[in-house]
């Protein structure tokens, strides 16, 4: 089976439960959805994706945040902390900068714990309820583990995360303790983690809600459906491209699934599907290199190193999804190096908006392939900032003014300002 933009609607099979299942994306069998804890196929190890036998149109969609698109969704309501409804801000002086018709910046670093996980949290945490487990567990890089200690502790689950230590923020460290979670640092890296959790899942200690989870992705879908309403609203016209930062590739293959259904249900041309175009840092760049190389699987990297912590991965879980989303939509991939992306930052905070480092990965990105010809000055873009920037309040400091001492009286601190 492969995923591309067909305007074929899904046919559900017996095993569907109220119109919904999961299906492997590599050999296509069907699984009840809610029956047995399952995150790959039985038969083949392949990704499993969540299929609908009724797809939306936007006509279906009410109310606000995620669960305004309940009707795209495996359930009417989940575990829920408000999450979505995110900024879509306007960026006139980096629009005019960086030289595109209309850029408009989707900061999901305003959700609840301060970064898009919410939006699978959300779901993933109702369905662990549904399948009545009582642990969950993660690996990751910080916002993973911040938004699951969160949203468990809401849904009165115990929470399991494994980090690779001294590799994450302090602020996501932070929040993970406080919201209760039980905090493992793992000699390794974010992909040595991984590894574990998907161990101690198989062998039933714990739920994972890693985006390997096919739940996970489907409450991150909503950050493209909220971006094509957005534009609709505005422009009357859906943008031509979101550039996007990668890390396990989650969002990028959540994104090209909401497009697809969209499509499906006659709601989206094929040709207005916009362009994803995924953006890494040079030091974890495999997506990059796989897109670079016309390879139909990313070779994992074993040494992984950038100040973006957030996308320091080395062995991105969903490229199989991922990959076909860049090329099916006629985008690409791009690497950058950390000063682009600090850079970038910067760019983001004159214009008020605060992100952590891997965020704007994303606008570097769109920078870098504007100067070589790649995004034309005529397009429509939105770039995905996934993060906010408390969430890495070191970094914010290291890119920001250094403090200026002065004397405690008026007199010294006017005669500071004039040197």
């Known amino acids: 089976m492969s995923l591309s933009l067909s305007t074929n609607q899904p046919r559900a099979p017996d095993n569907a439960d109220d119109g ?49 698109y309940a009707a795209a969704l495996p359930f009417d309501a989940g575990v829920s902390i408000q999450e979505g409804a995110t900024p879509l801000y306007e960026v006139p002086r980096l629009e005019d900068d960086i030289g595109v018709e209309t850029l408009r910046i989707k900061h999901e670093g305003m959700n609840p714990t301060g970064s898009f996980k919410d939006r699978g949290m959300t ?16 690996a990751s890089t910080g916002n993973t583990s911040a938004a699951l200690a969160a949203y468990g502790s809401r849904g009165g689950m115990e929470t399991l995360v494994l980090l690779p230590a001294g590799k994450v923020a302090a602020g996501k460290i932070a929040q993970a303790s406080l919201h209760g979670a039980r905090i493992l640092e793992v000699d390794g890296n974010f992909d040595a983690c991984l590894d574990i959790v998907q161990e101690l899942a198989a062998g039933g200690e714990a ?31 859906v943008p031509d491209r979101i550039v996007l930062p990668v890390g396990n590739a989650g969002n990028t293959s959540a994104l090209y699934k909401a497009f697809r259904e969209l499509v499906q249900a006659g709601e989206l041309a094929e040709g207005d599907v916009p362009k994803l175009t995924g953006v890494q840092a040079e030091g974890a760049a495999p997506m990059v290199e796989a897109i670079e190389n016309g390879a139909d699987e990313v070779q994992r990297w074993d040494d992984v190193e950038t100040r973006a912590t957030a996308i320091r991965i080395g062995n991105p879980v969903n ?40 965020s704007a990965a ?22 995905l900032t996934t993060g906010h920037l408390l969430k890495d309040p070191d ?25």
């Open 207 to 237: 739920y994972l809600l890693n985006s390997l989870n096919p739940f996970r992705l489907e409450g991150q879908k909503t950050i493209g459906l909220e971006i094509l309403e957005g534009f609709l609203a505005d422009y009357d016209a």
């Open 123 to 138: 779901v993933g945490v109702r369905v662990a309820a549904e399948l009545g487990v009582d642990r969950l567990a993660c």
């Open 20 to 68: 919904v299942w999961l299906e492997c994306i590599d050999c296509g069998d069907t699984f009840a959805p809610f029956e047995d804890v399952r995150y790959t196929c039985d038969d083949c190890d392949g990704l499993l994706e969540v299929r609908y036998a009724d797809l939306p149109t936007f006509d279906d969609f009410e109310g606000q945040g995620v669960w305004r």
């Open 319 to 358: 490229a199989p999804k991922a990959l076909p989303g860049i090329r099916e939509t006629g985008g690409t991939a791009v690497a950058v190096s950390d000063e682009a992306i600090t850079d970038a930052q910067r760019d983001l905070a004159g214009e008020g908006i605060g992100v952590e480092p891997a």
């Open 362 to 383: 994303s606008v570097a990105g769109l920078r870098k392939l504007r100067s070589e010809g790649i995004v034309d000055d005529d397009e429509r873009v939105a770039c």
């Open 395 to 419: 970094a914010a400091a290291a890119a920001g003014r250094e403090p200026e001492p002065v004397s405690a009286d008026t007199a010294g601190v006017l005669e500071h300002l004039q040197n």
